[in-house]
């Protein structure tokens, strides 16, 4: 057993090292259509067996109507998902199931607020109107980096397509400000390979070459991507885990996103 550990994480090790060596290569001039594709293709198969998870599904299915995907990928509201019934009243928007029965209760809007209370404040900023301080305070709240970093282009996209009144020369200055805050975050070098997060630097170059147009990411962050695509289709949210559906479908979304960039722009939320 002690051997057969000393294999695994001597084999996490060499693949961590291809991978950050490949990060000073280009794009696009080493990457086939093909082998893209052919990941792309294996990562949604992995997403149509695994899921169980809801923020994936709700990611799907925005994938699914941005790129022109096979409707089974679709979200569907027929499937039986008694555990997130809960969820579903406030998330439900995304997929076109609006619970809204009546103004709910959402959470403060500050730069210290959860990420779930910033998403919530703008899927319905045509209901509740968004401070007007909002600019600002999504700033700060970006500056907390990570996953308070990739949402914040979700909460700017999700302003602009309900119509909600937002100070355009600030969210200018604020999307370019991300755009350089989430290439540093994909160029970030962990202290440990081996338990590096692995789904959050998806969903940085996700949200960077979709959400905010850029076709220029990192030097060989596609790369990477492909790189550490597990033989079962799917992706690790950390290199000491196994495959899971929220980062499967977060680099399927990069992948998506860097190959087929003039794909027609839809809301994130159903309409």
Not at 20 to 31: D, F, L, P, V
Not at 89 to 104: C, H, I, N, Q, S
């Amino acid at each position: 057993m002690r051997h057969r550990v000393l294999l695994s994480l001597s084999a996490v090790l060499v693949v961590a090292a291809l991978v950050w060596s490949m990060r000073g290569t280009k794009n696009s001039a080493a990457i086939s259509d093909a082998r893209i594709d052919d990941a792309i293709e294996r990562g949604l198969a992995y997403l149509q067996r695994d899921r169980s998870d809801l923020s994936a599904l709700i990611v799907l299915d925005y994938l699914q109507r941005r790129y022109g995907l096979g409707a089974e990928l679709a979200f569907a509201r027929t499937e039986e998902r008694p555990n997130d019934a809960k969820k579903l009243r406030t998330w439900g928007r995304f997929v076109g199931d609006d619970r809204w029965a009546e103004p709910m209760a959402l959470g403060p809007f500050t730069s210290a607020s959860t990420i779930e209370d910033v998403i919530a404040h703008t899927l319905y900023c045509d209901r509740v109107a968004l401070p007007s301080s909002f600019v600002p305070i999504l700033r700060a709240f970006a500056a907390r980096g990570d996953y308070a970093l990739t949402h914040a282009p979700l909460a700017l996209k999700l302003a602009h397509d309900n119509g909600c009144p937002v100070d355009d020369v600030a969210a200018m200055a604020l999307e370019k400000l991300l755009r350089q805050q989430l290439r540093g975050l994909i160029l970030r070098r962990p202290q440990d390979r081996r338990f590096e997060a692995l789904d959050v630097r998806y969903e940085a170059l996700a949200v960077l070459v979709d959400l905010l147009a850029e076709r220029e990411p990192p030097q060989g962050a596609v790369t990477s991507v492909l790189v550490e695509q597990q033989p079962d289709g799917g992706w690790m949210p950390a290199a000491d885990q196994r495959s899971a559906a929220h980062p499967t479908v977060l680099a399927v979304w990069a992948l998506l996103a860097w190959r087929h960039p003039d794909a027609p722009v839809v809301h994130f939320a159903r309409e």
